[in-house]
């Protein structure tokens, strides 16, 4: 039996950071074994001050580069211009508690333009509608690298906290 014969998640964190004051990004590399892929299942952060941007909210990047959002986005705000306050949010619930979920497609929320999508994006690097027609699901490759990226607000950014990312395996 073979490690990739049952899915698993690894958590990334980012402990202690600047999210939403300054920009940050990591490298990592995917989990071994070739032709095997991954899937960003959930991204969790722990605001212990509260995010600010008064003409954009600071947010969280999974993508191919620290530019890229391929893999997954999350404006880390209540609306555009609003950031989080202290506590602690995960994207998942947020997304799969909100009006009209259906599944197979993957999970986002569009409360407000491009807040929340895991598990891909249109291809675009932005959200879709529910009333998309593809699935939106976008793998990130084993053995290569990936960046977890965290973009400052814009307008006098603030915040900090800890960041994790929920990244499962096959």
């Known amino acids: 039996m073979g490690i990739y014969d049952n899915p698993r998640i690894e958590r990334y964190a980012v402990l202690g950071g600047t999210i939403g004051a300054t920009l940050f990004s990591r490298s ?3 989990a ?3 032709g095997k892929k991954g899937i960003v299942r959930d991204i969790l952060v722990n605001v212990t001050t509260a995010l600010v941007g008064t003409t954009s909210v600071p947010e969280i ?6 530019s890229d959002n391929s893999f997954a986005r999350w404006l ?7 950031g989080l306050g202290l506590g602690t949010y995960r994207a998942r619930t ?4 909100a009006a ?7 999970m986002r929320l569009v409360d407000f333009a491009n807040h929340i999508f895991l598990e891909g994006n249109n291809g675009a690097g932005t959200v879709s509608t529910a009333a998309d027609s593809t699935t939106g699901f976008a793998y990130l490759p084993a053995d290569t690298a990936f ?4 973009v400052a607000g814009v307008g006098s950014p603030a915040g900090a906290g800890d960041l994790y990312v929920d990244i499962e395996w096959w």
């Open 147 to 150: 960046f977890i990226t965290g």
């Open 76 to 82: 880390l705000g209540t609306s555009a211009t609003v």
């Open 94 to 97: 947020l997304c799969t508690s």
């Open 61 to 66: 990047r999974v993508g191919t580069a620290a």
């Open 28 to 30: 990592l590399i995917g």
């Open 32 to 34: 071994p074994g070739p």
């Open 100 to 106: 009209n979920r259906t599944g197979g497609i993957a």
